[in-house]
T-cell receptor, first 114, second 114 residues
Framework: AQKITQTQPGMFVQEKEAVTLDCTYD???????LFWYKQPSSGEMIFLIY??????QNATEGRYSLNFQKARKSANLVISASQLGDSAMYFC???????????FGAGTRLTVKP | DGGITQSPKYLFRKEGQNVTLSCEQN?????MYWYRQDPGQGLRLIYY???????QKGDIAEGYSVSREKKESFPLTVTSAQKNPTAFYLC?????????????FGPGTRLTVT
């Protein structure tokens, strides 16, 4: 069975600094995808970044990068140069080849301080 | 603009009544999903559909029903059999169903049953 763990219920970061949100996963599949979503207070889930299990390079999308360590089964999200608008809930999710359901972690609430 | 619409944003019902939440997408996506989110938690899959006239149960399908008569539409009915229906409901779609496809989400419907 797949499992996603986010151990940080809440995180604080100063504006313009970088922050890392942790995510570990568990799966027996060799083929899988890892996703990060942002959920502002409005409730909508916004797709941020994707990393495939066979991708050798860490994924990057603008200020977002995914620190993928396959052997440790971790897929941490790094947000550089934090902005006030980054304050939101962040969810790590995984979908695996033999179990196509997307599984979500419990989320991390990020607060950016001015 | 392409996207997913869910209506209404807020919905109130009396206990014992069935209620249908709408979800429409104009992204030409094949796969559609329904998730439930409770306060402070991640998303849990209720139902998904890979193709018209076909759908599969997720982890928490009991007390819910769906239909997929058109590619664009995937309505969710919360029946009176659902013991704790008050929650935030999110609809999503993806190009296909597989571990490499990100899901795009609608704005959600917040259902309150009293």
């Amino acid at each position: 069975a797949q499992k996603i763990t986010q151990t940080q219920p809440g995180m604080f970061v100063q504006e313009k600094e970088a922050v890392t949100l942790d995510c570990t996963y568990d799966t027996s599949d060799q083929s899988y995808g890892l996703f990060w979503y942002k959920q502002p207070s409005s409730g909508e889930m916004i797709f941020l970044i994707y990393q495939g299990s066979y991708d050798e390079q860490n994924a990057t999308e603008g200020r977002y990068s995914l620190n993928f360590q396959k052997a440790r089964k971790s897929a941490n999200l790094v947000i550089s140069a934090s902005q006030l608008g980054d304050s939101a809930m962040y969810f790590c999710a995984m979908s695996a080849y033999n179990n196509n359901d997307m599984r979500f972690g419990a989320g991390t609430r990020l607060t950016v301080k001015p | 603009d392409g996207g997913i619409t869910q209506s209404p944003k807020y919905l109130f019902r009396k206990e014992g009544q069935n209620v249908t939440l709408s979800c429409e997408q104009n992204l030409n996506h094949d796969a559609m999903y329904w998730y439930r989110q409770d306060p402070g938690q991640g998303l849990r899959l209720i139902y998904y559909s890979q193709i018209v006239n076909d759908f599969q149960k997720g982890d928490i399908a009991e007390g819910y029903s769906v239909s997929r008569e058109k590619k664009e539409s995937f309505p969710l009915t919360v029946t009176s059999a659902q013991k704790n229906p008050t929650a935030f409901y999110l609809c999503a779609s993806s190009i296909g169903k597989g571990f490499a496809y990100e899901q795009y989400f609608g704005p959600g419907t917040r259902l309150t049953v009293t």
